[in-house]
């Protein structure tokens, strides 16, 4: 038997986390919910000295009980997580970090790169640039407000179309929770030609997602396959990610741009989905099973053989799995 205590910041109700506590009982899991608190008697003495795992979609600040094995979110900026990526063999766009007070070697990056703060949040100050402008200015960042970036990173330019286009995929270790793809806006400049020059990005955003854009669930299966392998791969311990994928028209290759480790892109609340399903016309419930892939994917988690994040299940690791429609 394994414990789970999947941990809330009293927003369980909005976030549906009891619903979610019932899909693993369901499945043969003893659990419950607890809250970012310092642990309790009460927490060790319900674990019946058993294994308990502790699962929490933000970071922890408090509940963190040494008798347990504690899975959470991880305040990564792009430059640990391009790293991790790496290490991993998943595919990141080459990319140079940069640094306050060193000039940055960008020579093996074309002439016109893409420039991000290295922590950062929905595509705020990215960038074009001349290879050779490139250097560091501090950038305040929403994600953590009078926060400034302390590194930027350079990248080299993915083309994706005439307007930019992503992908989003949500995965809970590994396991698909929603989806959808952004294309930038239709009345905006398009980027066309071959040649990425000056003329070629002057006057446009390279970012997908800005205000106009569009979304449908218009994700293709490799693109869905590449966020579960990322997951299982490079990150096995943190539960929710929130993988942004890009596609080069012209390689036909896939890159991972962000997996917004730090969480923050639980879309399956009631307004979030309910936004989405009115203003794009999709629900995002419908795609993986909502809640039910949320307990899959923590239920998995729990049986993956080995400590390397291979993905490889046990037996009892295995599930029937019906998405409902």
Excluded at 71 to 80: E, F, L, P, V
Excluded at 191 to 210: H, K, L
Excluded at 211 to 226: F, I, M, Q, S, Y
Aim: hydrophobic share 40%; proline share 5%.
């Amino acid at each position: 038997m394994i414990n789970v205590l999947l941990v809330t910041d009293w927003n369980e109700d909005e976030f549906k986390f009891s619903e979610v506590v019932r899909e693993l009982q369901n499945l043969g899991i003893r659990a419950r919910i607890a809250h970012d608190v310092e642990p309790r008697a009460k927490h060790q003495l319900w674990s019946l000295g058993m294994s308990t795992k502790v699962v929490s979609m933000f970071p922890l600040k408090r509940f963190i009980p040494g008798w347990a094995e504690i899975w959470q979110q991880k305040n990564y900026d792009k430059i640990q997580e391009y790293r991790i990526l790496e290490q991993a063999g998943v595919p990141v766009s080459k990319w140079i970090p940069v640094f306050e007070g060193q000039t940055p070697d960008l020579s093996g990056l074309s002439e016109y790169v893409v420039v991000k703060p290295s922590l950062g949040w929905k595509g705020a100050f990215v960038r074009i640039m001349r290879r050779e402008k490139v250097s560091y200015r501090p950038i305040a960042t929403e994600v953590m407000p009078g926060v400034v970036s302390p590194e930027l990173v350079a990248q080299e330019y993915v083309h994706t179309g005439a307007w930019p286009i992503s992908y989003r995929v949500a995965t809970v270790f590994g396991e698909p929770i929603f989806m959808f793809r952004s294309t930038a806006e239709g009345t905006r400049l398009p980027f066309i030609g071959s040649t990425f020059d000056a003329n070629f990005f002057a006057g446009r955003s390279i970012v997908s997602t800005a205000k106009g854009c569009t979304r449908d669930a218009n994700v293709p299966e490799e693109v869905v396959n590449l966020a579960r392998q990322a997951h299982s791969k490079a990150f096995p311990d943190i539960p929710l990610l929130g993988f942004d994928i890009v596609r080069d028209i012209r390689t036909n290759r896939l890159f991972v741009l962000e997996v917004n480790a730090f969480g923050r892109t639980y879309q399956l609340a009631d307004k979030e989905s309910q936004n989405n399903l009115d203003s794009f016309g999709f629900d995002l419930h419908q795609q993986f099973g909502g809640i039910k892939a949320v307990a899959r994917g923590i239920y998995r988690r729990l049986f993956w053989k080995g400590q390397n994040g291979n993905g490889q299940l046990s037996n009892k690791g295995e599930l029937n799995v019906c998405v409902e429609s």
